[in-house]
């Protein structure tokens, strides 16, 4: 099977920091003005907000928060250093379930020079001592594999293999996976672990955006969906085929397009979303 | 067994492109000057001159040639360019054997849009293709895999495992593996995938710099060793455990290194070669 083309915008959500020029309420107004139905909530965008009050503006606009970002950066080589990420994580979590998030995405860290394996430890060991707040406050924890680009001090789970390996370990109906195109395209293993992933039940997120070549900024140039080579519509049709039927998450991190008309980069997403997602 | 420190430069080899602002006189009378052992030239460093005279120069000074850098690229939309890939590779051999190198390293490249599947297939028919010329001249190949940020256009082999197979696919006693520890660092298997090289005896090549934080630039941002967070020394150990005695090459494409003195970085080299190597 390969997934359809789509026709809806009824998955689609957009990340606030996709449009890191705008307020929480432009965000709000212009994604309800062209009907995008889903949108995930980045910290620092709430910077200043009570997410009690954010979470009723979005969805007084129509808007169902899908996520927080982010949680995580749990490893660090001093141990007062490590219980200072839970407690910030428990602070996280706290502010998603005040702003009606039902998920936290984690990026989950990692310190130079410790190695990956050790950080990996402090990982699972972070993410056990925040479950107790996790199950009382109703908010599920995504572990986000990131891109082997970014081992050095973001994240110490590269590939799909190692988060779903984690989430076995950790073994909780509140810990999973955010699937990110951009972080995952590469893997030569990537459709036999989502679908390891899905008959796990855990694909909690589904994020886009694509790979551009060349890329100029290891952080801060990813592309607009088809402005890449990252095949988006056929992982997308792995993750559906593994019974993954939450929404499209639209996540790009990009200097040249926050520069421009948000508007305009707007327009430019849906059009995109359509044609190559 | 841990790798123990370096005391002598026996086995010190340097690319020629770790010294981009230097001819290949001025390469070959510094090496020697500070005691380098080993030498691997890049083509563009060779652009100009005879292969047989640059080989003399080099060996008149002392040095070993290791190897030459670089073929590959194989993979091509078009059917012509696939050929004209062959075509070029031929030429890289024979400048190999003339210039007296006993292995052409492969970046095996990869087609933006074009599944990295379909590029490995590619990959496979090229080197099987040059493979006759590589025996007649007596000169072998090693596939390096490159680090996943590089598999839009440059390599659709970007972990060990992923080399591996290829070499037991081609299965001939000319083909093996270049290991960089910059492309394969973050890898959870690398360990076990060395391992496995080492026993199919298929470890021609490797290859040290560092991964610095921040790295600033894709691809000319490399750290000289101690710079950054690779654990070389332990990757060294596993290297050295799978029956790979040959030089540690050292190769880092720096525009900050380069914009310095040549004569300064070279000591730095020597001196990280044995603190942090």
Redesign the interface.
């Known amino acids: 099977m390969k997934a359809t083309p789509i026709n809806s915008l009824s998955k689609l959500c957009i990340h606030t920091i996709t449009h890191k020029p705008w307020s929480l309420r432009e965000v709000a107004d212009n994604f309800a003005r062209v009907g995008v139905s889903g949108v995930t909530v980045w910290r620092d965008d709430l910077a200043g907000t009570n997410p009690v009050e954010a979470g009723k503006l979005l969805r007084s606009r129509g808007l169902e928060i899908v996520s927080y970002c982010r949680g995580g950066f749990f490893p660090a080589k001093d141990a007062s250093d490590r219980k200072s990420a839970i407690y910030d994580n428990e602070r996280t979590i706290d502010e998603a379930a005040a702003l009606g998030a039902p998920l936290v995405v984690l990026v989950c860290g990692a310190v130079?020079?410790q190695?990956?394996?050790q950080s990996r430890r402090q990982i699972v060991d972070g993410i056990n001592a925040v479950l107790p707040r996790a199950k009382e406050k109703g908010v599920k924890l995504a572990i986000e594999p990131l891109?082997?680009?970014y081992?050095?001090?973001r994240s110490a789970v590269?590939?799909l293999?190692?988060a779903n390996d984690l989430c076995e370990e950790i073994n909780s109906d509140y810990v999973g996976v955010a699937v990110d195109v951009y972080h995952l395209?590469?893997?030569?293993r990537l459709e036999v672990e989502i679908r390891r992933c899905g008959r796990m039940k855990k694909i909690f997120a589904f994020h886009i955006c694509d790979?551009?070549?060349?890329?100029?900024h290891?952080l801060l140039d990813r592309g607009l969906m088809g402005e890449?080579?990252i095949?988006i519509r056929e992982i997308r049709s792995w993750v559906e085929e593994s019974g993954f039927h939450g929404y499209n998450e639209v996540e790009i991190f990009s200097e040249k397009h926050w520069a421009g008309d948000q508007r305009d980069f707007l327009d430019q997403i849906v059009h995109a979303y359509r044609e190559h997602s």
């Open positions: 130079p020079g190695s990956l394996a891109h082997p680009m081992a050095d001090d590269n590939d293999k190692t395209w590469w893997d030569p790979w551009k070549t060349p890329t100029e290891l890449g080579c095949p």
